[in-house]
Antibody, heavy 117, light 110 residues
Framework: QVHLVESGGGVVQPGRSLRLSCAASGFTFSSYVMHWVRQAPGKGLEWVAVIWFDGSEKYYADSVKGRFTISRDNSKNTLYLQMNSLRAEDTAVFYC??????????WGQGTLVTVSS | QSVLTQPPSVSAAPGQKVTISCSGSSSNIGNNYVSWYQQLPGTAPKLLIYDNNKRPSGIPDRFSGSKSGTSATLGITGLQTGDEADYYCGTWDSSLSAGFFGTGTKVTVL
């Protein structure tokens, strides 16, 4: 069965960087578009970024453009989110999700990122 | 700031029906498929409806979706206490080249 497991979250100071990973299993990873979605504490869902099957296309929410980079390693069945210049407002649970391409049929359990001094 | 607007909350008694609206524009709902997600407290979201009105396997037919113009609607019939959750619509915006979720609707079973 499809399994997505995020890791890499934690507490980080404002202005620092963090890289999230999402390990995928149970499906042909290279055949699917992958997304990152976040949810600030007590708030709604916010779409963050998407990457095409082969990494050829990437799109970002305006709130993270220029600071976050989505990437994937199809040989390792792993999705990444490099987050630079982190701000307090980036504090959230980050989910990876499998896209088809724009409906998200499978989600990971999420990893919490807390940006605080 | 989301480009998709939902009512903050809806409620009904067990066994009744609720509908949740999702209002957008021609660049998102008007020209792309809409999906709906259920998020139970403390859990990851789950896909309920895709391609406007299709249900993934395992989703009961009490849940239905529709789209008309720049709006979409999720319907839940035979409301159960287990349906208490937050519900979000989602779609792609072709002009902004970005994905969006609706503002979210909390369903309460009275």
């Amino acid at each position: 069965q499809v399994h997505l497991v995020e890791s890499g979250g934690g507490v980080v100071q404002p202005g620092r960087s963090l890289r999230l990973s999402c390990a995928a299993s149970g499906f042909t990873f290279s055949s699917y578009v992958m997304h990152w979605v976040r949810q600030a504490p007590g708030k709604g869902l916010e779409w963050v970024a998407v990457i095409w099957f082969d990494g050829s296309e990437k799109y970002y929410a305006d709130s993270v453009k220029g600071r976050f980079t989505i990437s994937r390693d199809n040989s390792k069945n792993t999705l990444y989110l490099q987050m630079n210049s982190l701000r307090a407002e980036d504090t959230a649970v980050f989910y990876c999700a499998r896209g088809r391409p724009y409906d998200l049929g499978y989600w990971g359990q999420g990893t919490l990122v807390t940006v605080s001094s | 700031q989301s480009v998709l607007t939902q009512p903050p909350s809806v409620s009904a008694a067990p066994g009744q029906k609720v509908t949740i609206s999702c209002s957008g524009s021609s660049s998102n709902i008007g020209n792309n498929y809409v999906s709906w997600y259920q998020q139970l407290p403390g859990t990851a979201p789950k896909l309920l409806i895709y391609d406007n009105n299709k249900r993934p396997s395992g989703i009961p037919d009490r849940f239905s979706g529709s789209k008309s113009g720049t709006s979409a609607t999720l319907g839940i019939t035979g409301l159960q206490t287990g349906d208490e959750a937050d519900y979000y619509c989602g779609t792609w915006d072709s002009s902004l080249s970005a994905g969006f979720f609706g503002t979210g609707t909390k369903v309460t079973v009275l």
